[in-house]
């Protein structure tokens, strides 16, 4: 929590999201968090679930934080830096460990460890924790209202986690040694936000992870498998339960060499696979196609130039199997040190990110658009092709093409709202207030034209849950997804001043290209109110309506909320009655910052530290993202 440049925000009592240098999000897979040399986020969804780690906090020997992009030694999907919870080996640390904590909110905590010698060079280890507490309450008046619709549960405040770990370490000589490591972790209750879906309630999701690891000399080998069950977790909004039962393996290879007197080289190869389960819910009918294989191979050499002066160079090729073309991350490193203590450095780091596999493959359905339509919120992932509006349409606004549920059988048909007149009609009548329904018979023989009442495009609002006026031209296809690249220059001083006090300062400058947001796809269909209001005023007073413009203006209103069509993309996922959300890639942002750190040791019991971190910008506004046209 302390260090500069890294955030972490908590998500209730026990849960928290950590963010290195800004783009936070609910989902942040950015950055890489790691438990002993393998992954520690859930695999399908590549979410950094620090409740879903399994060692015990008492049996964590360090965490080591590297800030910025580290693609050249780690891989994808290290675009803000790399978190590695580092834990005791059973070699070095033995014995028992046993503590209880106990708080408000019903909060409890116990921890065991124990670590023995089997033999000279093999030592084994148990841990295990639980912990629960009653989380903070808050209230979301849209699940509320879902719920109590179809006579659901409410809320469990409840939260309470597990984790367990067994390792075996065996030092085969001076310079081998094998790791074994079991481990499992699981929230048998929790609230977890997801964003576009709402809170979901968390019941007994759990992660297991299996792995092996050696080392002999400069060789090393680490292979591992992550497995995912959701248990009984269910989206508060939507009702449905999630499915996820997803494996991902690791094959990771490293070895290093020696160049000249003072150089090395170390050069390595990863091979990871994701396979995600969701029994037709998280990925629905992608389910069968939702595999993903991911590769890369990378070079990293050191070289001391001068006795002052360091040279890093290093260069890593990634494929995955949704992009046709192979991702290049360098690095270069300069790194001079004036004195054993201080050292100065200037870097260029890229590295990218891919989009998790929901933002390819998700076919979700989320939460209906409201009880009295026939309209439902679906999140679905990008298609290899992306997703392609019909311009064929003639008649219809920007000769666009719409669907409607109130036509289901018309199939593609232009866009326009007039022709839907009478389905308006019907879909407003149950909510007429009892003084209108003489009117109801008038309504039903009007038979507006196109020409007579506009039609008026409306695409969703998520910040709101409200529609925003669109034009036709602004309907633009979604493109096939891209990774997100990073490229940072950064230059940073680290020493000892009065030799006693440790300063670290960074300053960095960051460009990020085609990073990934969520956006509405599927805009709607209206009745223009302004030209609605004059074609009902005319008639009403050509029937003799009495008071007929103030009986016209809370008409009008409520027949131009009510979307009559969606205009869609031609495309098999997408039914009639969808309001489809989806993921696209923006252009490019700049952004810098500064991280600053200080620590002195005042006396022999007291130890003073500072941080301060800078970001220039917490908000990107569409117009200033390079390349986006909304």
């Known amino acids: 929590r302390s260090a500069p440049g890294f955030d972490v925000a908590g998500g209730g009592v026990m849960q928290s999201n950590m963010v290195a240098r800004g783009f936070n999000a609910l989902f942040s897979g950015e950055l890489m968090t790691l438990v002993d040399h393998r992954f520690a986020f859930v695999p399908s969804l590549r979410v950094n679930v620090m409740s879903l780690m399994a060692p015990a906090a008492d049996d964590i020997e360090r965490i080591e934080l590297v800030l910025g992009p580290g693609a050249a030694l780690y891989g994808p999907n290290t675009a803000s830096g790399v978190l590695h919870v580092i834990t005791r080996s059973p070699l070095t640390s033995q014995g028992s460990r046993v503590s209880l904590e106990g708080g408000e909110r019903g909060f409890f905590r116990g921890a065991a460890r124990r670590a023995w010698a089997a033999s000279p060079s093999l030592g084994i280890k148990v841990s295990g924790e639980y912990a629960r507490v009653n989380d903070w309450q808050e209230r979301d008046s849209v699940e509320e209202a879902l719920i109590a619709a179809r006579n659901g549960t409410p809320r469990d405040y409840t939260n309470a986690r597990y984790g367990m770990e067994a390792r075996a370490d065996w030092a085969v000589n001076a310079t081998s040694r094998v790791t074994a490591t079991v481990g499992r972790a699981e929230l048998l209750s929790a609230l977890e936000p997801t964003g576009e879906s709402g809170v979901a309630q968390v019941k007994g999701w759990s992660l297991s992870s299996y792995q092996l690891r050696g080392e002999s000399g400069r060789l090393s080998a680490n292979v591992f498998l992550n497995q995912s069950n959701a248990g009984e977790t269910t989206p508060l909004r939507s009702g449905i339960p999630l499915v996820d039962r997803s494996p991902q393996m690791a094959l990771q290879v490293q070895h290093a060499v020696g160049v000249g007197s003072s150089g090395t080289v170390r050069y390595g190869a990863d091979l990871i696979r994701t396979n995600p389960v969701t029994g037709g819910t998280i990925n629905g009918r992608n389910e069968s196609r939702d595999r993903i294989t991911e590769g890369g191979i990378y070079a ?61 493959f998700v076919d979700e359905f989320i939460q209906p658009l409201n009880p009295a339509l026939p309209y439902g919120l679906r999140l679905l992932g990008v298609p290899d092709g992306g997703f392609r509006f019909r311009h064929d349409c003639s008649g219809g606004a920007g000769n666009l093409c719409m669907r409607s549920p109130f036509a289901p059988a018309a199939g593609f048909m232009p866009a326009s709202a007039a022709p839907l007149w009478l389905a308006a009609v019907e879909a407003l009548a149950p909510s007429l207030p009892p003084e209108a329904a003489p009117l109801l018979p008038l309504l039903r023989a009007l038979r507006p034209t196109g020409a007579q009442v506009a039609t008026q495009l409306g695409i969703l609002n998520l910040g709101v849950g409200a529609f925003d006026p669109l034009a036709p031209d602004a309907v633009h296809d979604f493109d096939p997804l891209r990774p997100t690249r990073s490229s940072v220059f950064e230059v940073g001083y680290k020493g000892l001043v009065a030799g006693r006090m440790s300063v670290s300062a960074d300053a960095w400058s960051q460009r990020r290209r085609d990073f990934v947001f969520l956006a509405p796809v599927t805009p709607n269909v209206f009745f223009n109110a302004a030209s609605l209001t004059t074609f009902l005023t005319a008639a009403f007073t050509q029937a003799g309506v009495p008071g007929a413009a103030q009986v016209v203006g809370q008409l009008a209103a409520g027949f131009a909320s009510v979307p009559l069509g969606t205009v869609q993309p031609d495309h098999e996922l997408v039914g009639p009655d969808d ?35 800078y970001l220039n910008k917490n908000l990107f506004a569409a117009d200033e993202i390079d390349g986006v046209n909304e």
Not at 312 to 328: G, I, K, M, N, Q
Not at 589 to 613: F, Q
């Open 300 to 360: 990293h050499g050191e070289a001391r130039l001068t006795s002052q002066l360091d040279l890093t160079l290093a260069a890593r090729a990634d494929w995955h199997s949704e992009f046709t073309d192979p991702v290049y991350s360098p690095r270069v490193a300069l790194v001079w040190k004036p004195s054993p203590v201080k050292s100065l450095r200037a870097t260029f780091n890229r590295a990218y990110t891919t989009p998790a596999n929901y933002q390819f």
């Open 579 to 613: 309001i489809a959300l989806s993921y696209r890639n923006a252009g490019s942002v700049d952004v810098w910052g500064i991280d600053l750190g200080a620590e002195t040791d005042v006396s022999g019991w007291l130890t003073v530290a500072a941080g301060y971190a």
